[in-house]
């Protein structure tokens, strides 16, 4: 059976680092860098070493990806040592800029 990819948009791999801000459950700003996965102009998938609880919103700052904004975290899955957020940009920003991207 072939699956087919209900995606609304293209992920594109990438590498790049990524900055992430946010405030925890008591308004205490946190910072933490992670490693891009993967992008798309809705949103992209992140590397990160500490949990971020679904519905937080976020800063995302990278200045090889040409990226800043603010966007919302859908999901969190613990993969072994790791944590895997998925982040959804707000309205006010669409990435468009693949040709800034690092293939690998």
Do not use: H
Request: charged share 25%.
């Amino acid at each position: 059976m072939v699956t087919k990819n209900l995606r609304r948009n293209e992920r594109i791999p990438s590498r790049e680092r990524v900055a992430i801000r946010w405030d925890d459950l008591i308004g205490q700003p946190k910072f933490m860098l992670g490693n891009c996965l993967n992008i798309s102009t809705d949103g992209l998938s992140v590397r990160i070493d500490q949990p971020i609880a679904v519905r937080t919103y976020v800063t995302v700052r990278s200045e090889k990806l040409k990226l800043a904004g603010t966007a919302t975290v859908k999901y969190c899955i613990r993969r072994n040592a790791w944590y895997q957020i998925g982040l959804e940009f707000t309205p006010d920003r669409v990435f468009n800029n693949a040709p800034a991207l690092t293939f690998g």
